[in-house]
Structures are given as structure tokens and as C-alpha cells.
């Protein structure tokens, strides 16, 4: 049985994976639509050997299709994810819109994959935050076997993170520096060529000085793995294409030890483990682009602490962060029958 699809962003950099992807893993589908605003209606997009044409988001009726991957933005998803829903169709939303709301889960499949179980209340499913998704399907099985008290991580974060405009402009000033130098900083505060800037999204309006990314991801650890695990972020966009990466410290209830954590993290689904004590044993964001997996390297002992651990942890955030984990989601949907069954 094929399932009718729509990918509302079309155009986009995730939208685009969305479509490469729901062919790489032969995802049942039977009708396939590209959604987007007014001004892209007839913009071509590929999916297979098939070419789509974009249909106006305002104009389709929503009511025809099973499944929404929806990757246009947070006013895109807050405008019309709940009107979706309540036509019938299951959304799974890439924003950060619906995160946060307690009638819609939150779910990476390797790690909470159970709590998929409640969508029915708005019809929607959220897809976490890039940085969240790397950095819990590589602590859940180092959880379940010693409990985490704490975690300190620092992000490494690529510019497609921000969009095709911010990719646009590290390629600008890249080639700008050479020639008559980098053109002025649109899309971010500084310059990102040759440089790296310690801000994801904006401030938030509190004391905590804390960014917006910042946030996400002590939040969403909090909801999809556990409430009682201490949470520091620090995240800095990096002058990558695609990639991110995550230095990650680790404390720990009960013992555990490095060895202990590469073979718990070796069987762990979704988990590639390159470590390598020796030059080049590691995995980077240009190794992983294209990937599907989460990459976990320099795996250490931290001695400064009881229990801790220190990791590197690396993804391709245009797959599994983003729109790997929402055909995932598609996926998990799919095996436990769910699309097309109404709650009694």
C-alpha cells in the first residue's frame, strides 16, 4: 500500500532532502505532491526519475493526501500545521513551532520512538532540533546503562543550518576575501568566512543570556530523554557548507568507562563509532555529508569527575537532523500502522 505525500517547503534545502531521501529508503508512496508559497508555483523539484511541479500552499486541499512533511518555517508551520491536522492529514514538522507543546510529541525514533503513540490529539508530530537529534541518539544508550546527571556541550554548527541565504553567503565572502574582500554580513552578525561566531539564533528575553538554540536543546533533552538531566549549551556556527558537530561532556550517576561506552555505543541503533587514537581517527562534517548515521569519536574518560565522559559527535543536519529523522518518523508510523487509523 502506497501512502499520498505532500512536502510543503519544497524548494528549500530540507525540502529537497525530503524528496532524495523518501526515494533513497523506498518509502511507500503513492502519490507524491511539492508544496510551497505563491511565487515558486511551477518551480520544478525531483523525486526519483520523477520531475514535480510546486502547487500553491494555498490553493491544495489537504484533505487528499496521509502525510505532511512540512519544512517552510515556524509562520509557514504556525499557520497551517493545525488546519492540516484537522483535515485528516498527519504533519510532521521540522520547526520549532510545536516542540514544546504538550499534545504534540517530540520524537527521534532510536530514542523515544513509544511516545509517537499520542499524535492524535492535533495530528501533528514534531521533529527536533538538528543539534538535539546528533546529540541524543548518541547519549540514550549511554543513559539507559549509567543515568546522566549532567551534560555540557558545545556546537559546532554548519550555515546551512540557517538556510540556503547563509550557505549563499559564506560562498560570497569566501571568494570576496580573495578578490576585493568578503562582502558585508547579511544574514548573520559577523562576518562568517574565516571565522566563527559564538550565536544561534537570537537572545532570548530573559537574564539567562542564553540564545534561542541555546534553549532548544535543554528543552528538548528535557522532553524526549529526561527532565532531571542538567543541560549547558554553548552553540557557534562555524564556516561549514553542511555538517554539525558537537563536543560533548558527559556526567554520570554509576561508573562507566570508555571502553564500556564504545561498545555500548557501537551497538546502538543509528550510531557509527570512529575512534581511532591516532591522527585522522575521527569523524568530521565534511566525512559525514551525505550520511544517515550520527558519528561519535574521541571517546574519553573525563577524570576531573566521579563518573564523565567526554565525546565528539557528528551528523549531517540537512539528513539526521532534519529530514532523515521526519521520513523516520514516516517510517515508524508506517510499521506500527498507524497512518490512516482513527483512535477509538
Not at 547519549?139 to 549509567?146: E, Q, S, T
Not at 534553549?215 to 556556527?237: G, Q, W
Request: glycine share 8%; aromatic share 6%; net charge negative.
Amino acid at each position: 500500500m502506497g501512502y499520498r505525500v505532500a512536502v510543503v517547503g519544497a524548494t528549500g534545502n530540507v525540502g529537497r532532502e525530503l524528496f532524495n531521501i523518501l526515494e533513497e529508503v523506498n518509502f511507500p508512496v503513492d502519490k507524491i505532491h511539492a508544496i510551497a508559497s505563491r511565487k515558486s508555483i511551477g518551480v520544478e523539484v525531483s523525486f526519483g526519475e520523477k520531475i514535480l511541479k510546486c502547487e500553491d500552499i494555498e490553493q491544495f486541499d489537504f484533505s487528499t493526501v496521509d502525510i505532511v512533511l512540512m519544512s517552510a518555517g515556524g509562520t509557514v508551520s504556525k499557520a497551517w500545521s493545525e488546519k492540516i491536522g484537522k483535515a485528516g492529514a498527519i504533519v510532521i514538522d521540522n520547526s520549532s513551532t510545536w516542540r514544546m507543546d504538550p499534545d504534540v510529541p517530540l520524537i527521534i525514533p532510536e530514542v523515544n520512538p513509544d511516545a509517537i503513540e499520542g499524535f492524535r490529539k492535533k495530528n501533528i508530530i514534531a521533529n527536533p532540533n538538528c543539534t538535539t537529534m546528533g546529540l541524543l541518539v548518541a547519549l540514550k544508550p549511554l543513559h539507559d546503562v549509567a543515568r546522566i546527571k549532567r551534560v555540557v556541550v558545545s556546537t559546532y554548527q554548519s550555515v546551512s543550518g540557517t538556510g540556503k541565504a547563509a550557505m549563499d553567503e559564506l560562498w560570497d565572502q569566501t571568494k570576496g576575501v580573495f578578490v576585493l574582500g568578503a562582502p558585508p554580513p547579511k544574514v548573520y552578525h559577523k562576518q562568517i568566512a574565516f571565522n566563527v561566531i559564538p550565536q544561534c539564533d537570537v537572545f532570548l528575553d530573559d537574564d539567562s543570556g542564553d540564545t534561542k538554540e541555546e534553549r532548544k536543546m535543554a528543552d528538548e533533552t528535557h522532553k524526549i530523554l529526561d527532565p532531571n538531566i542538567r543541560v549547558s549549551t554553548t552553540s557557534v556556527r562555524v564556516p561549514v557548507f553542511v555538517g554539525h558537530g558537537e563536543s560533548v561532556n558527559i556526567e554520570f550517576e554509576s561508573a562507566i568507562d570508555d571502553d564500556e561506552a564504545r561498545e555500548i555505543l557501537r551497538e546502538a541503533p543509528g550510531v557509527v563509532v570512529i575512534d581511532k587514537r591516532e591522527d585522522g581517527g575521527y569523524a568530521t562534517p565534511k566525512d559525514v555529508q551525505g550520511e544517515f548515521p550520527v558519528f561519535v569519536s574521541r571517546i574519553r574518560v573525563d577524570k576531573t569527575l566521579e563518573h564523565g565522559l567526554s565525546l565528539w559527535v557528528v551528523s549531517d543536519n540537512l539528513r539526521k537532523g532534519a529530514a532523515l529523522n521526519a521520513v523516520q518518523i514516516a517510517q515508524l508510523l508506517h510499521e506500527r500502522g498507524l497512518i490512516g487509523k482513527v483512535s477509538a
